[in-house]
Nanobody, 124 residues
Framework: QVQLVESGGGLVQAGGSLRLSCVAS????????MGWFRQAPGKEREFVAT????????NYADSVKGRFTISRDNVENTVYLQMNSLKPKDTAVYFC?????????????????WGQGTQVTVSS
């Protein structure tokens, strides 16, 4: 069993930055890939970013490439999402998840454990 708890969301003006954190329980965190997804009101959940077990291999949605950075600290059992140059269309609930595999994926159905989500609101 893995428990994931996100934090760091909030209200920010367009062009601003936020850093989301996701703390995982369990000693095996460092073996598994992690992903960030988001869901805006009335829309389906979408892929944002993923990293492999070490953080050395990352992948991003085109909509956030160059603005968002995923990273992890396997000592602290934490994965981060640094979000810069935020836009109103980035407004959503952001979720972290793990697929319990060494390599990440952009397919949300492959992720087994999910956090409760943290709200990010970007005002224009």
């Amino acid at each position: 069993q893995v428990q994931l708890v996100e934090s760091g969301g909030g209200l920010v003006q367009a062009g601003g930055s936020l850093r989301l954190s996701c703390v995982a329980s369990g000693r095996t965190f460092g073996y598994y890939a992690m992903g960030w997804f988001r869901q805006a009101p009335g829309k389906e959940r979408e892929f944002v970013a993923t990293c492999n077990w070490s953080g050395g291999n990352t992948n991003y949605a085109d909509s956030v490439k160059g603005r968002f950075t995923i990273s992890r600290d396997n000592v602290e059992n934490t994965v981060y999402l640094q979000m810069n140059s935020l836009k109103p269309k980035d407004t959503a609930v952001y979720f972290c998840a793990t697929n319990m595999r060494s390599m990440g994926s952009a397919i949300d159905q492959e992720y087994r454990y999910w956090g409760q989500g943290t709200q990010v609101t970007v005002s224009s």
